[in-house]
């Protein structure tokens, strides 16, 4: 299993304040480990490792407990987001339009997978199984931008906007 490249981890002084804090305020709550995992990745911005070994340390939950919860749900990501979130739409209208080939391209533009951030946190991608905008495919986003009807061609030159 390859990898993922990602940015180092950068957390704060500040930031493990909150999160301390927030582990504080649940501390006699049963079931907090969800709530503090929310709050946790509200405060850096996703949930590494590192995050992770601080609330298995001070709640006392096994990190293969907090790494299964992590990885279960969707709404937690183990890698940081870039400056600019590209998502390609994979649903079945973008991807018969060529979507895939989109997705492999950026790959390959970007050096990096689908998950991750680029080295200098400013692009991160994904896919995304529809955004409804199926009369546009193949669609793709940058953070809001919408860039539909597009070809592997015009990557690129969408790109350089955000450089």
């Known amino acids: 299993m390859a990898t993922k490249t990602t940015v180092p981890f950068s957390g704060t002084a500040e930031q493990e304040a909150k999160l301390l804090a ?55 990501s183990l890698y940081p987001k870039g400056k600019y979130n590209i998502s390609v739409c994979l649903g079945t209208a973008c991807y018969v339009k060529g979507s895939g080939n989109l997705y492999d391209k950026l790959q390959e533009l970007l050096k990096i997978g689908g998950g991750e951030c680029t080295a200098d946190g400013k692009f991160s991608l994904e896919a995304c199984r529809c955004i409804g905008a199926c009369g546009l495919a193949p669609v793709m986003t940058v953070n809001e931008d919408v860039y539909g009807r597009l070809t592997v061609d015009q990557l690129e030159e969408i790109l350089v906007k955000y450089e």
Request: net charge negative; proline share 7%.
């Open 22 to 76: 927030v582990i504080e305020e649940h501390k006699n709550d049963p079931g907090a480990l969800m709530p503090v995992l929310q709050k946790a990745q509200e405060i850096y911005g996703y949930l590494p490792i590192e995050v992770q070994k601080i609330i298995s340390d001070t709640m006392g939950i096994p990190m293969e407990k907090i790494y299964g919860v992590v990885t279960f749900y969707a709404q937690f």
